[in-house]
């Protein structure tokens, strides 16, 4: 009989011990989002609710007037720029790359990499919102176009062929981009 008891307070003994840690964990992780959910705050990189209704949309008189016209015909007609011959192809330096057309922060370099084809690649957007995708159709392929959320303006095109940790490779024109030194 007392052998019994023994074995049963043990039992409960670990049982309560086993919610408490379980407790602890969950409190734990609370805590890790809530701070990361702070950082995004004060980073402004949080574009959840109603930034990201933040849209800007003007006419194409009014982008002609603020964009250069090879910036125009990427940007808001879809073109492409010769491969080679862009700013950031071959752009080393640690910084910001931002829209063109509207400043919101796209890529950071620490996720460039040299994808030897001409345009500047990422294998990750700067946040999760930034960047929205369309098929593209054109020129017999079928390829994902990448456009700044915020604006609308043509980047370029995300493929599946990029390196760890994502697999993708955002392929962007240099014309679509502006950088900013860290
Ligand atoms: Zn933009």
């Known amino acids: 009989m007392l052998r019994h008891l023994i074995f049963i307070g043990s039992l409960l003994l670990f049982i309560a011990f086993a919610v408490v840690i379980a407790l602890n964990k969950q409190e734990e992780q609370k805590v890790v989002k809530s701070q990361l ?6 980073t402004g990189n949080n574009k959840t609710g109603d930034q990201m209704k933040d849209k800007i949309v003007k006419t194409d ?28 192809w071959d752009h080393k330096e640690t910084g910001t790359y931002k829209c063109a057309g509207c400043g919101e922060v796209l890529f950071e370099s ?10 500047p690649s990422f294998y990750a ?11 593209d159709y054109s ?4 390829r994902t176009e990448v456009i ?20 993708l490779r955002y392929c962007i024109n240099s014309v679509s981009l502006i950088f900013e030194k860290k």
């Open 61 to 88: 008189a009014e982008w002609k007037a603020i964009l250069t016209d090879e910036q125009y015909h990427v940007m808001r007609e879809k073109g492409t720029e010769r491969p080679f011959t862009g700013k950031f």
């Open 125 to 135: 957007p700067g946040d999760s919102g930034v960047i929205a995708e369309n098929s």
């Open 139 to 142: 020129h017999g392929m079928v």
């Open 148 to 167: 700044c959320n915020k604006c609308g303006a043509h980047l370029g095109h995300v493929f599946n062929d990029g390196p760890k940790p994502t697999g």
């Open 37 to 42: 959910m702070a950082l995004n705050d004060s």
């Open 110 to 119: 620490i996720t460039k990499f040299d994808a030897h084809c001409g345009w």
